[in-house]
């Protein structure tokens, strides 16, 4: 019997691909589309043609561009600071041996299960307290570390050699030259995963911005484009342009990172 050049598997996993991809493609398709198109019944899934109107009235009435800065400004802030503060305290957790270590950990991990909603309340009250409310800083500071981060490089540290790290201080590195010259240059595909995640998750930030941010010219785009959808009428053909302009760059970085990202899941899944 011939076999097959590639997976069995590829034969159940392409088709799932496809019904992934569609909406994405629906929703590029859309944004060339003029209102009448949109709303016509049947829908029409290809344009007769190509219009620009929903781009050009998306840049020209609203401030998708100061949306789209702001959005950048607070991503690139919570990635930074992940990678400084998440891949410190995982090593931490990882390496360094000091008392209340598991318990610590054990506490940090159990507010992933702590619903976001029950910490709005407080957490509004004490940016307001601080004055950072209405502000791009109440966007970011929520997301300069996590949990998720944290236990995600203490997973992958665990996972590298002690071996690697106990000749780094017999030849007289301290414990952060150790980490700086020797762990950090091992462990770019967890950073790449992680940085992969915080942009993700930040970048798609509605809730909370929505909540905290009430002042047009610092929304984020999720909070921007929300504000096209209105109760009796929803401008489609902006929605799904602004949509386009929001997704691209996170399937770009995703398209970058994704070799490192693979390599991380299955490396980290192997130590508990």
Same mark, same amino acid.
């Given at each position: 019997m011939r076999r097959l050049p590639f997976s069995p598997w590829h034969l159940l996993l392409m088709p799932l691909a496809l019904i992934f991809v569609l909406p994405l493609v629906q929703m590029v398709l859309t944004s060339f589309m003029t209102s009448q198109e949109i709303n016509q019944f049947p829908p029409k899934f290809l344009p007769t043609s190509i219009h620009l109107d929903g781009y050009r009235t998306l840049l020209s009435e609203s401030n998708i561009l100061q949306w789209f800065g702001n !959005? *950048?400004? *607070?991503?690139?802030i919570a990635v930074l600071s992940h990678l400084v503060l998440c891949?410190?305290?995982?090593?931490? %957790?990882?390496?360094?041996? %000091?008392a209340g270590r598991g318990l610590a950990f054990l506490a940090i991990v159990a507010t992933v299960m702590i619903p976001i909603q029950l910490l709005m309340i407080p957490t509004y009250l004490m940016f307001a307290r601080a004055g950072i409310v209405d502000t791009l800083a109440a966007a970011f500071v929520p997301w300069l570390a996590s949990a998720f981060g944290i236990f995600l490089m203490r997973q992958f540290f665990l996972g590298l050699p002690a071996e690697l790290e106990e000749a780094a201080v017999l030849d007289g590195c301290s414990t952060l030259r150790t980490f700086l010259s020797v762990v950090l240059p091992l462990a770019?595909?967890?950073?790449? !995963?992680?940085a992969i995640f915080t942009l993700l998750s930040s970048w798609n930030d509605l809730l909370w911005p929505l909540v905290a941010i009430s002042d047009d010219s610092k929304f984020t785009l999720q909070v921007g484009l929300a504000s096209f959808q209105g109760t009796r009428r929803t401008e489609w053909s902006q929605?799904?342009?602004?949509? *386009?302009?929001a997704t691209m760059p996170l399937i770009i970085a995703f398209l970058v990172a994704q070799k490192r990202f693979i390599a991380t899941m299955t490396f980290s899944g192997l130590k508990g």
């Open positions: !959005t *950048v400004l *607070v991503s690139a891949s410190l305290a995982g090593y931490g %957790f990882a390496r360094l041996k %000091f770019r595909p967890a950073l790449a !995963t992680l929605l799904m342009a602004g949509n *386009v302009i």
